[in-house]
């Protein structure tokens, strides 16, 4: 946006004494943004993970190492071992061929003893279906139960990527989803309550989300104050595989999908290519991404502000014009700007705009600020984090409604942080903060 000529007059005194007289000290020593690393170095596709008595497990699609893949770790952070095949014996010979068992889910139940929820390839269709297997021990081997699937809804493409649920009133339920996909038509998530273990479904079938596109691997969570649905989206045979998210009060919706997904290749940086078939244990998150020709699994740590997630490393958008402003405005209409609408006029000695932020753990992370700056040169705003000065971003020159990104390097505590920029040099007008 074009300044006048009698507002840059009236500021250069303000833009003198703060260059002249109140540099801000050189900032504090930080780290960037901490990527999730890899745990499971080979292809093991769509990770089902769970604890028990101190010890980790991650059961996998079929593939090189069995029908059901098993791998166990001391922690969430490995060192992880690929253990064989959960299900050597196959899925149910009464119903189901191999060659195509697919996202496991692995449950402990009161008794002991372990039940498995798994996709496979029905004979008579040719569809997937959801069985059920058991066992004693979580490495195996589980065998399968009854001589039909547990759920089948031919009509509907049929189903797949079955997900354990219990809320915290001890009711145990199946997520699971039509694969309408297969057949061209809608795909959706249903709930349906289970008993026996897992082994008998009760009740009918209530819809959670419904789309034409590819929805698909829920996983739900219950927060204090609402539910949380992840789903993973986009094609998962390459990078624009994606998690996603949606809430509700209720288990009977309605839910509402989360304005911008949750990770993506993008939000990583590149750094996992596909983030999908995402798995929430605590305060980790497993997904699996693509290296090479495989799929490996990553973890990351994940936290809950106000009961939405929050992945460290994974980009959080938070828009400047959200939040507190001190001698200076909101700029609506503002050409190419997430939102259409910025911070302008940080101008003076005493202007400033403050956003409070979430990080997962305490740590280092990347500030990522949206700018436009139509100065004659580089221009700067003050950095000061938690009441802290944390030195100064640059902005280079792009001309007026030119959005791009300078980033910074910050370290922020556990849970809420403030972030505020001041007044530094020159004219910039902020779009957005990203903390990653």
């Keep these: 946006m074009p300044r006048l000529s009698r507002r840059l007059l009236a500021a250069a005194l303000a833009v003198f004494s703060l260059t002249a007289f109140l540099s801000p000290p050189a900032p504090a020593a930080t780290t960037a943004a901490v990527f999730p690393s890899v745990v ?15 010890t980790w497990y991650a059961y996998a699609t079929n593939g090189g190492r069995g029908t059901v893949p098993v791998a166990t770790a001391p922690s969430a952070n490995g060192p992880w071992t690929v253990r064989g095949d959960a299900m050597p014996g196959g899925p149910s010979s009464a119903w189901a061929q191999p060659g195509r068992t697919w996202a496991p889910d692995v449950h402990p139940n009161p008794d002991g003893s372990f039940t498995l929820t798994y996709t496979a390839w029905h004979k ?83 819809a959670m989300l419904t789309s034409n596109s590819v929805i698909e691997a829920p996983d739900l969570v219950q927060r204090g104050s ?64 693509w290296v090479g020709g495989g799929r490996h699994v990553y973890v ?29 405005v909101v700029r609506s209409n503002a050409a190419g700007a997430s939102d259409g609408k910025v911070v302008a006029y940080i101008d003076y000695a005493d202007s400033w705009v403050e956003n409070t932020v979430f990080a997962p753990v305490a740590g280092g992370y990347t500030l990522h600020v949206g700018y436009a700056n139509g100065s004659a ?30 980033s910074v390097s910050v370290t922020l505590k556990a849970g809420w942080n403030t972030i505020r920029l001041t007044k530094g040099t020159l004219y910039t007008e902020v779009d957005y903060l990203e903390v990653q």
């Design 124 to 206: 008579a269709s040719g569809r997937q279906c959801v069985g059920v297997a058991t066992a004693t021990n979580p490495l195996g081997p589980f065998q399968p139960v009854g001589t039909a699937p547990l759920i089948c809804p031919l009509d509907l493409g049929g189903a797949i990527d079955a997900n354990t649920f219990v809320a915290n009133d001890g009711t145990r339920y199946l997520v699971w989803k039509n694969d309408g996909n297969a057949i061209s038509k809608p795909s959706t998530l249903w709930l349906t309550r289970t008993a026996d273990n897992g082994r008998t479904l009760v009740g009918g079938n209530t």
């Design 226 to 289: 609402q539910y949380v649905l992840f789903f993973s989206g986009g094609g998962y045979t390459d990078c624009n595989y994606l998690t996603s998210y949606a809430t509700s009060k209720s288990l009977s919706g309605p839910w509402t999908t989360a304005y911008r997904p949750l990770m993506t290749t993008a939000t990583f940086d590149g750094r996992i290519c596909g983030p999908g078939g995402a798995d929430v244990v605590g305060n980790k998150v497993f997904v699996h991404g």
């Design 377 to 406: 040169s580089t221009a700067s705003h003050g950095l000061v984090v938690n009441g802290n000065n944390a030195g100064s971003v640059s902005y280079p020159v792009t001309g007026w409604d030119n959005w791009r990104q300078s």
């Design 40 to 54: 499971i170095g080979e292809n093991f596709p769509d990770p089902d993970v769970f604890q028990h008595n101190g």
């Design 300 to 328: 990351a740590d994940v936290g809950w502000a106000n009961d939405y997630p929050v992945v460290r490393g994974s980009r959080v958008r938070y828009e400047a014009e959200r939040g507190t402003l001190n001698h200076c």
